[in-house]
């Protein structure tokens, strides 16, 4: 009996304990309980009341979600060493031409390869509807674009044309 009660109460510590750690690896924060510097490096106009902070490449990336169509969820992708954002920068994302992005849409990130994915549809603009691009962050605020892929097609069943990464 005493081997299933120390079984029963290690299984509960090891779960406390890993969800400690999750909390402490996401956080949710409204807008102006965020600290200053991550909201002074947010560019784009604010159009909700939530910034998120998740541990990311050896510190925090924050979250603001900025104005969009009803086809994206953009978002400014900010990063900090500092878990209270004392040192947080605006991440720059760069593009196969122009200027790099400053917010990124409908985002995916994976903390474990340092990779961003977005997906980005604007049904508005005739020559390219749809755009996917996927980043590495080895410098987690200078990600290098390898992907990048583009069609007319909103629906993505065709046409694209590959302008980074293989084809």
């Not at 490449?57 to 979600?65: D, E, I, M, P, V």
């Not at 994206?72 to 593009?95: E, M, Y």
Request: charged share 30%.
């Amino acid at each position: 009996m005493y081997p299933r009660l120390f079984t029963a109460a290690a299984f509960c510590l090891i779960a406390v304990a890993s969800s400690k750690a999750e909390e402490d690896s996401h956080a949710i924060f409204r807008r102006a309980e965020a600290p200053k510097e991550v909201r002074a490096a947010v560019t784009c106009d604010e159009a909700d009341d939530i910034i998120t902070r998740d541990a990311f490449a050896g510190g925090w990336l924050w979250q603001s979600k900025c104005p969009s169509n009803h086809a994206n969820f953009i978002k400014a992708q900010i990063f900090s060493r500092d878990k209270n954002g004392k040192d947080a920068k605006l991440i720059r994302f760069p593009v196969p031409r122009g200027t790099p992005l400053e917010e990124i849409s409908n985002v995916e990130f994976f903390p474990a390869t340092r990779e961003f994915n977005s997906l980005f549809v604007n049904p508005e603009d005739e020559s390219v509807c749809r755009t996917e691009a996927r980043w590495i962050a080895q410098n987690a605020l200078k990600p290098k674009l390898v992907f990048w892929r583009e069609t007319k097609d909103c629906d993505g069943k065709k046409g694209w044309r590959v302008l980074k990464g293989r084809k």
